[in-house]
């Protein structure tokens, strides 16, 4: 008899990139992948606790369920990730549909949980932080994209930004070496897979560990040196970490990707220094400024969060006017959510929700002027973009990405792509968030 497993992922790139990992270990034990978690034998939900939003909707799945293990006893639901990590064995009395709870730091050792688990059927919670953990990486992974691949090079983060409940679920800072990486690198090209993106919470802290200077800026030259890559990003830039040699190393490398993720949160400086995040509103002006003296095309993005405790109108204007001043091709915006356990929970002058979401809604329709406007620069042009496959809403119409991560659509007519294949794109129509055009074929 095949046993089936289905994987429910929530939050970030670096859960995604454990969910490939469960998947991997999984697969091992000779689970196949089903598309419909109430078929699967066992259910793993990857879950995050980084807004109040995303918890609700997974303790909602996580209530749904019950009623699905209703109707097959023998599943086993696995609730892993940052919300196991923070609320553990509360979960379990909550839901005692729940029989395994795996913290961030027993990714790895997956495997042989479920294995313990299979033997005895007894309830296991592994939840203890472990922060001198091994930080290599020797396993496999499933990956879900045909030929964009996610990379770890480093876990957990030391910023303690007031706001983040992230430091106090994935551990302090512990990057791979540069060797383990490569070697990964290496796999995942050997495997077809032409682009590959480097992840860790502040990737310009890499290295700090084992006290190399610019240990960032040196993995980049070295990732960048694999034959065969064609494109490489990296995510998530600190303001108060990125150095020069990072941006230089982007500006002389052949593949590293001209788009820099750099969250700057918020555009004054007062409130910057209530989050805890190490740099002013001008240092962070400085900081683009001399991204854009070594990359003159450079794409730039940013999360910015409105609705800080003590957040003054002045304050968000700060922040709307930074937006405007810097004109980022994207944004991400959040409504500050209350996390307990952080410093910025227990400040005064919470901000009622009312005036949170009016400011994210200035802050999202001059985004969206700024974007339609960059995105107008490109009709006329020829891009190149990585076919990813036909869109969801029209079989007949493929999508594929810049080089700076822009969507473009174009119609197959009679054409056939491949998944991967590089395609030169004349843009036609630009919107908001997507460029559309023909393919020179
Ligand atoms: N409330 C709202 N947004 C948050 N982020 C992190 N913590 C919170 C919070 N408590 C945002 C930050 C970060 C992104 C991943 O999530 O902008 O860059
Ligand atoms: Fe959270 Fe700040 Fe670390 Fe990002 S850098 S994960 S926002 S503490």
Known sequence: MQKFYHILNYGCQ?????????????????????????????????????????????????????????????????????????????LIKKHPQIDLLIGTSYVNSFKEILEDYLHDK?????????????????????????????????YGCNNFCTYCIVPYVR???????VENIIEEVKRAVAGGYKEITLLGQNVNSYGKDFGEKEAFAKLLKEVDKVEGIERIHYMTSHPRDMSEDVIKAVAESKHICENFHVPFQSGSTRILKEMNRGYTREKYLELIKLIRKYVPNAV????????????????????????????????????????????????????PL???????????????????????????????????????????VWNGRTETNKLVLWPIEDNKFEVGQAVNIKIETAQTWILKGKALV
Request: hydrophobic residues 35%.
């Open 14 to 90: 670096m859960n995604e990139s454990d969910a490939e990992h469960y998947a991997a270990q999984l697969e091992e034990l000779g689970y196949h992948k089903n598309e419909d978690f109430r078929q699967a034998d066992v259910i793993v939900v990857n879950t995050c606790c980084v807004r109040e939003s995303a918890e609700k909707k997974i303790l909602g799945k996580i209530g749904e369920l019950k009623n699905v293990k209703a109707q097959k006893p023998e599943q086993i639901i696995c609730i892993a990730g940052c919300m196991a990590q923070k609320d553990g064995e509360k």
């Open 300 to 351: 730039l993005t940013s999360d910015i969060i409105v609705g800080f405790p003590g957040e003054t109108e002045e304050d968000f204007l700060d922040t709307y006017n930074l937006v405007k001043e810097v004109g980022f091709d994207m944004i991400f915006t959040f409504i500050y959510s209350k996390r307990s356990g952080t410093p910025a929970a227990k400040m005064e002058e919470q901000i």
């Open 171 to 177: 551990g302090r800072e512990r990057s791979r070496s």
């Open 122 to 154: 007894h309830v296991r919670v592994h939840t203890e932080m472990l922060n001198n953990q091994d930080s290599e990486f020797e396993g496999e992974r499933v990956r879900e994209n045909g030929f964009s691949a996610w990379i770890p090079i480093m």
């Open 354 to 396: 009312a005036v949170k979401k009016e400011r994210l809604n200035r802050l999202m329709e001059l985004q969206n002027d700024i974007s339609l406007k960059l995105n107008q620069k490109f009709v006329g042009e020829v891009v190149e973009v990585i076919a990813e496959g036909p869109s969801r809403k029209n079989d007949k």
